[in-house]
């Protein structure tokens, strides 16, 4: 059980990896309200909150968000039979090379954030509805 919750080396299966996208959307939607709410209750009448007096309590969920996301995609990853290290260092290596050639060249920046988007979008679509391998 705590393989599951804590390791990269589970497996996750298709449906198991939705429950799972869906259980941490929750978890976070509650993290976030928490983090609100317990600053709103100790901000002084009268003055407003701002992201300075939030900013270690959002970094930190932040953290475990990103943290928590990795480890759904590389066990769904490697359900699939595939290598996340290669697989999700990949995906980041394109989103941060398109990143950087649309800062280089401005004029190129619709047609790359375009193909970031498609990238994102074909990787959601393998996580989702790619079957896993009998292995």
Do not use: E
Not at 4 to 24: D, E, K, M, P
Not at 59 to 83: C, E, H, T, Y
Not at 90 to 95: E, F, H, L, Q, T
């Amino acid at each position: 059980m705590l393989d599951i919750v804590f390791g990269f080396n589970a497996r996750l299966g298709r449906l198991q990896f939705f429950l799972s996208t869906i259980a941490l959307a929750v978890v976070m939607t509650a993290i976030c309200f928490a983090i609100f709410a317990s600053g709103s209750i100790h901000v002084a009448k009268g003055a407003q909150l701002s992201w300075g007096m939030l900013g270690w309590p959002l970094l930190g969920a932040a953290l475990f968000f990103m943290v928590a996301s990795f480890m759904l995609q590389a066990m769904r990853v490697r359900d699939i039979g595939w290598d996340p290290v290669l697989v999700v260092g990949g995906w980041i290596a394109i989103s941060v090379i398109n990143a950087i050639v649309a800062m280089k060249l401005p004029a190129l920046s619709q047609s790359v954030g375009a193909m970031t988007g498609l990238v994102n979008l074909v990787m959601f679509g393998v996580l989702y509805f790619w079957p896993g391998s009998d292995s």
